[in-house]
């Protein structure tokens, strides 16, 4: 066990250098952010000295390996535009992100099992049907439509729920309130990974119904009730690890457009204003937060793996 | 297929085409779905010959409402939105299918040069694919179109770009599967060419799943293009698509008392996205020899 993951540990290794390097170079081709933070005005000279000391001036590969650097003392650099260090900035955003992911994640769970695992039992049945067509439907739907009629349901029409931010302007805030804002970004998330996750967990489901040892337990007299959620459900974990594993990184991409929408202060809101300001120590640093994420998702779910199902191993 | 002494249709003597046809009519909502592309892909194709304006015209009053006139009200500047629809749909559907076009192409190509070579080549793509992968997508979709100018090709190229690592490993493992078989094998002994032997005797086993695979990547290529206008790193105005009509909503004015400007679109979107899926899920159905109960 501990052999196979070392040899996982191992085989990650290159990929995040790999990631590193393309994260860089894919910067290197964003143009200078000087151009942001100038006017067309600006002469030359005042330019050029502007280059010298944000550093821009030497060859990019020197570059990488400064950056490197300072990476392993845990400093991720600078901000061009507002001067914050990116790990300050990463830090105090990090949280609202990890909120939301969090909360959509269990939610979706929440909904996916029991409904993949209903509809997998009475397959073709009505509820099959509607469960179904529930599934694709939230996948079917873009986060931003979804948000806006949601926004225009509760908050326009019914003024219900606020739209926008953490916490109300001007007040303490404390979990009601948080929990409030959060309420409509949620159920938008929540909807389109339950889509997808229903998909998976019914295939899986339906698969293993069909298996002989469920037969068998069947014909031994085991009561429906324990043959599905002793014998069936034990098998059934491995897809839903995986499903798992996988949200993880739609998490982070899905956060970018709803934070959008709902002024939520998460990373996704500050990555897309580093975008947009070509403000690249912030936009590397998410990416390379992302990408070993990612990185550490897949490694833990191939652990989970092998201990739900300890033929894996044998790889 | 004629019918037997019980006046039952006789499938035994069908086609291989024919049985999918069968097994897939047999997913109603998939039928549906089908139909409802081809009248939807249908008004997207003819969009020049059925829209009644043209959709960069000024023709009307400032946000009208739906009237006689216009049957869907026209946009902040006096467009008429039904055209501006029709137009767009187009665009998002040639997103679509182009971007899923291009990613297929690139993975199945990789897919295959791994899966048949092993090997290094086999190890150092599929680090590469791995690397690619561990990037949230819309990052990298992101900074890509900051980088390199939101526009039409652009976004077409940035998205196939992005989305070929699943089809590369999927074809991938086909290909390992199949190469084991006799009668590629055979094929082997026998000193056919390589071309021969992965154009005409693996691909087309593989063509399957890799079907399959795309109608997803399809509807997800779709959905990305309409975020992406959405948040206007996509398909620039005056150029309509699903997405930058979106656009519009969000100020409160046009989300609230002009519905009209944006509820259709959002509407179409879901619509097109579900009849992709819908027909991926049957599809996957009628193609899988193994599928349960069904046939």
């Known amino acids: ?315 | 297929m004629g019918k037997n002494k019980k006046g039952i249709k006789d499938i035994t003597s069908e086609s291989y085409l024919q049985t999918i046809g069968r097994r897939f009519r047999k997913h109603h909502l998939a039928a549906v779905s089908f139909v409802v592309l081809i009248i939807l892909g249908g008004a997207a194709l003819l969009a020049p010959v059925i829209a009644p304006y043209d959709p960069d015209a000024i023709v009307g009053p400032f946000s009208g409402a739906p009237s006689r006139e216009f049957w869907l009200g026209t946009d902040q500047i006096g467009r008429d939105v039904l055209s501006r629809l029709l137009y767009a749909m187009r665009i998002s559907l040639l997103v679509g299918i182009m971007a899923t076009l291009i990613s297929t192409v690139i993975g199945v190509i990789l897919g295959l040069v791994a899966g048949y070579f092993g090997g290094v080549i086999d190890m150092v793509l599929m680090r590469f694919t791995d690397m690619v992968m561990s990037f949230p997508y819309i990052l990298l979709v992101l900074v890509a179109a900051a980088i390199f100018k939101p526009g039409l090709w652009n976004i077409i190229w940035i998205l196939g770009f992005v989305d070929w690592p699943g089809i590369a490993r999927l074809v991938r493992g086909n290909v390992l599967n199949l190469r084991e078989t006799n009668f590629v094998k055979g094929n082997l002994i026998a000193g056919m060419p390589l071309r021969h032997i992965l154009f005409s005797e693996i691909l087309p086993n593989t063509v399957a799943p890799i079907l399959v695979y795309a109608t997803s990547v399809l509807a997800l290529s779709m959905l990305d293009e309409a975020a992406l206008s959405f948040l206007g790193m996509g398909v620039q105005p005056p150029t309509a698509s699903l997405g930058n009509m979106l656009n519009g909503a969000q100020s409160l004015t046009v989300l609230t008392k002009q519905p009209w400007l944006w509820v259709p679109a959002g509407l179409l979107i879901v619509v097109l996205v579900m009849a992709i899926n819908f027909i991926g899920d049957a599809l996957r159905d009628a193609l899988d020899p193994n599928s349960g109960r069904n046939s």
């Open chain 1, 1 to 315: 066990m501990g052999k196979y993951i070392i040899k996982r540990i191992l085989i990650a290794i290159p990929v995040l250098i790999g990631i590193t390097i393309i994260d860089y170079a894919i910067m290197c081709l964003a143009g200078s952010p000087l151009e942001m933070l100038q006017g067309p005005r600006v002469s030359q000279s005042a330019l050029e000295a502007k280059k010298i000391a944000l550093g821009l001036d030497k060859p990019f590969y020197v570059q990488y390996f400064v950056w490197l650097g300072q990476l392993l003392h845990g400093n991720m650099g600078y901000s061009i535009k507002s001067y914050q260090a990116v790990s300050d900035m990463i830090g105090s955003h990090l949280g609202p992100t990890l909120l939301l992911m969090g909360v959509s994640l269990i939610v979706s769970l929440l909904i996916a099992i029991p409904a993949g695992i209903y509809s997998a039992i009475h397959q073709y049945s009505k509820g099959d049907y509607a469960v179904v067509t529930f599934s694709f439907l939230g996948s079917s739907i873009p986060g931003f439509f979804l948000s806006l009629l949601l926004i225009f349901l509760f908050t326009v029409k019914l003024k219900w729920l606020p739209s926008s931010g953490m916490t109300t302007l001007g007040t303490e805030g404390g979990a009601g309130d948080v929990a409030l804002h959060m309420i409509m970004p949620v159920i938008v998330l929540a909807t389109s990974m339950a889509g997808s996750n229903i998909r998976y967990i019914r295939s899986a489901m339906l698969e293993i119904l069909q298996q002989d040892y469920l037969r068998t337990a069947k014909a031994k007299g085991i009561g429906r009730f324990l043959v599905i959620n002793k014998h069936a459900l034990r098998n059934a974990l491995v897809p839903i690890v995986t499903v798992i594993g996988m949200e993880v990184p739609t998490l982070f991409g899905g956060a970018v457009i709803i934070e959008q929408v709902f002024s939520w202060p998460g990373l996704g809101l500050m990555t897309m204003s580093a975008i947009m300001n070509r403000d690249y120590p912030v936009i590397m640093g998410v990416c390379l937060l992302s990408a070993v994420v990612v990185l550490l998702a897949n490694l833990i779910t191939d652990i989970l793996y092998a201990l739900v199902d300890p033929t894996i191993q044998l790889d």
